[in-house]
């Protein structure tokens, strides 16, 4: 059972990267997948949830109407589309099957 994601690096304020999570051990379709994150110095806090059965989707405040999850139930595989980056989104994301398994995680840095 492990996810993995990749996708991270450095972008400019106002710019966009796009996380994969690929999972793999497990029946995908029977899981919510979550994205979290880690900024230096402060508590991991959630991101974002799908619900790989339905697709529904909840975000939290601070990136609702720029970030998006979705799903590829062909290719297990959980995406992140993050768009109008902030420097505040630098951290390290990581992927995590509530109960199961958390990835390894994928920096972020969003800077001039």
């Known amino acids: 059972v492990q996810v993995v994601e990749s996708g991270g690096g450095l972008v400019q304020p106002g710019g966009s990267l796009k996380l994969s999570c690929a999972a793999s051990?497990?029946?995908?379709?029977?899981?919510?997948m979550k994205w979290y994150r880690q900024a230096p110095g402060k508590e991991r806090e959630w991101v974002a949830t799908?619900?790989?059965?339905?697709?529904?989707?909840v975000y939290a405040d601070s990136v609702k109407g720029r970030f998006t999850i979705s799903r590829d139930k062909v290719k297990n595989t959980v995406n992140l589309q993050m768009n109008a980056l902030k420097p505040d989104d630098t951290a390290v994301y990581f992927c995590?099957?509530?109960?199961?398994?958390w990835g390894q995680g994928t920096q972020v840095s969003v800077s001039s």
């Open positions: 995590n099957v509530p109960g199961l398994v």
């Open positions: 051990g497990f029946t995908f379709s029977g899981y919510t």
């Open positions: 799908i619900d790989n059965a339905s697709g529904f989707t």
